[in-house]
Structure formats: C-alpha cells, structure tokens
C-alpha cells in the first residue's frame, strides 16, 4: 500500500513539475516572439510596436513601445489586466543613443519620478539623479569603475549626501 501511495505522489510530482517546465517554456517563447531587435525596428521603419490581448472575445492592449529614427526605445506603456495604463516611462537620449533622462508616469499621466543620467568621458554612466514629481532631488547614484572600464561599485546617497546603500561588483576572469 505505502508503495502506491509513493508512486502516486511521484506521479502527482512529476505532472505538476512538466507543467510547470512546460509553462516556463511558453513564457519564454512567448515573450521572445514579440521583442523585435533594434535592426528590425530600424530596417523596417518601425515607430511603434502594440501588444494586445484577445480573451474571450475582447481585445485589451498589453503593452506598447516607441522607438526613434536609430531604433531605440524612447517610450514605453504598461497597461493592467483591464487594457488600463498602469505606468508610462519616456526616456530621452543623448547623440550616443545613452539614455540621459528617464521619467516615469502613473495611471493618470502624472509625472511620478525623473531620473537624469550623466556620462564620464569614456561613456560610462557616473551618476543618476533621481527627482520626485515635485522636482525634489530623492537619491543619487554613483557609479565607480576599475582601470579596465568595468564597474566596481553603485553607491545610493540621499538628498544630503550621506550613504544609503553600496553595491560592490566583482568579477571572475579566466
């Protein structure tokens, strides 16, 4: 008996754990059939890309990305289960196509936070100066790196300067 009882439990375990592969596995098909590399959007001329969702006979929008004439992201739109916005964030872009302003709106359009993003001159992000919706400086980022370019740490500072948070990267090499 208990030797049934064992093999139905690893019957149960093993559907329950291919479903759960077999979900993953969807999601990431999924999700990858509709990104569109950044040569797509520029060699087909794309500005815009809508994902939408049809379920029982009612299609709700998803999701939707703006791209500039160099193919980068400047704008993207997140919607709820209803097709309602749930968040916007439009980024701005300097001649390099690096991201130096970033802000995020909430469901009724109202500037919720702003990121501006400075660059060292190798091109390395330095800082991020994030601003509430009042224009009232919240936190900064510093970012620090070694002789070869690669970051080695993102301090968090809050409005007075003092150190909120660190983060130290390290790298194992070959």
Known sequence: ??????????????????????????????????????????????????????SN???????????????????????????ILKKLTKKKLNNLGDVVEEEEYDEKNNLKEKTVIKYNALGDKKEELVYDANKKLVKKHVYLYDTKGLKTERKTLDPAGKLVSSKKYTYTFK
């Open 57 to 83: 006979g009612k299609t709700i929008n998803d999701e939707k990305t703006s791209y500039d004439d160099k193919g980068e992201l400047i704008e993207k739109a997140e919607y709820t289960k209803e097709g």
């Open 1 to 54: 008996m208990r030797g049934k009882s064992l093999l139905k439990n690893n019957h149960l375990f093993n559907s329950t754990m291919l479903k759960s592969l077999f979900f993953l596995f969807f999601l990431c098909c999924s999700v990858s059939a509709y990104t569109q590399s950044k040569k797509d959007i520029k060699k087909n001329n794309i500005t815009s890309v809508t994902v939408t969702e049809t």
